[in-house]
């Protein structure tokens, strides 16, 4: 398991150093220009000079790039262009809103999921089978904005139960997570249905029954642990796409996430926040990998024996 760790720390390395260069480079090639961008249109070419001097645009591109990784090895993930702030303390202030939403929606997603998911397994071929399939591939299929005005038009505008925006309290998280939930439970439905049909089949699962024990011990003492393996690697992928921040869903929902900061940096050509997001989302992601590694010997001793 150390050496599993290790080993996974030194891809965490190289993978944050990949994913830095492709989207400095990529940054360094857009049209846009943000040194015009804070001068405003009325400045003058000097003024424009003068900021890129000061920000360090001036440089070549890796002087510029070598530069920014020393800040990141000393924890300093640069100053904002637009906000004056340091990025580490700005994505810092929108962690918790992040990880509320995060909880949140993933607790939705999974709940939902292996109800219908289970269900669906069990009744396989039958109706509630092929309803349950039709609604999740609707629900992977359907814009995130769509169902996030839906939900905000329904239960906010008509019928008042939750606030349209904020963060805050209980209520607040409500639209987003489910927003959240009804999107990704279709992949959690889908993966756990086939999962435990396949699960279902194996041998020690007709040994329980030939034993006599309850269908609901079968499930879920049997069947339901080894039918969780893919479902952990998804919860893994999802930690670090939320923790990325679903720009959409919080624009929507005015939720004060990274995922609304990452809106506001691209709008204002904002390229240190830019890069401080997308790191934060590639470390995310390898940490909840990890994790998802980690955990899945505890519950299948197969994968522990390997």
Do not use: C
Not at 46 to 66: C, H
Not at 181 to 191: E, P, S, V
């Amino acid at each position: 398991m150390a050496l599993l760790v290790l080993r996974r720390l030194v891809q965490t390395a190289l993978i944050l150093l990949g994913v830095a260069a492709i989207t400095f480079l990529l940054l360094y090639a857009l049209p846009a220009d943000p040194a015009r961008m804070i001068a405003g249109r009325s400045a003058t070419a000097q003024t424009v000079a003068n900021i890129r001097r000061e920000l360090g645009l001036d440089q070549p591109l890796l002087v510029q790039f070598w530069t920014y990784l020393q800040g990141i090895v000393q924890g300093d993930l640069g100053r904002s262009y637009a906000q004056k702030t340091d990025v580490g303390s700005l994505i810092a202030a929108r962690i918790p809103a992040t990880l509320v939403l995060m909880a949140a929606g993933i607790l939705v997603e999974v709940v939902l999921g292996l109800m219908f998911g289970i269900i669906a397994a069990l009744r396989r071929g039958g109706a509630f089978d092929r309803v349950v399939m039709m609604a999740s591939f609707v629900g992977v299929s359907a814009p995130q904005f769509v169902v996030a005005l839906l939900l905000l038009y329904v239960f906010a505008v008509t019928l008042g139960w939750f606030p349209m925006s904020g963060f805050g309290t209980p209520a607040h998280v409500v639209l987003p997570a489910a927003t959240l939930g009804i999107l990704g439970a279709g992949w959690y439905a889908r993966m756990v249905r086939s999962a435990m049909i396949d699960v279902l089949n194996q041998d020690y699962v007709r040994t329980a029954r030939a034993k006599g024990l309850s269908s609901a011990r079968i499930i879920l003492r049997h069947a339901l642990p080894n039918a969780m393996l893919p479902i952990i690697a998804m919860i893994g992928i999802d930690i670090g796409q939320f923790m990325g921040g679903v720009v959409v869903v919080e624009a929507v929902y005015g939720w004060p996430g990274i995922g609304q900061l990452a809106w506001q940096a691209i709008q204002q050509v904002d390229i240190p926040i830019i890069m401080g997001v997308t790191l934060v989302s590639a470390l995310a992601i390898v940490l909840g990998n990890l994790v998802a590694d980690i955990i899945a010997p505890l519950i299948d001793p197969r994968i522990r024996a390997r």
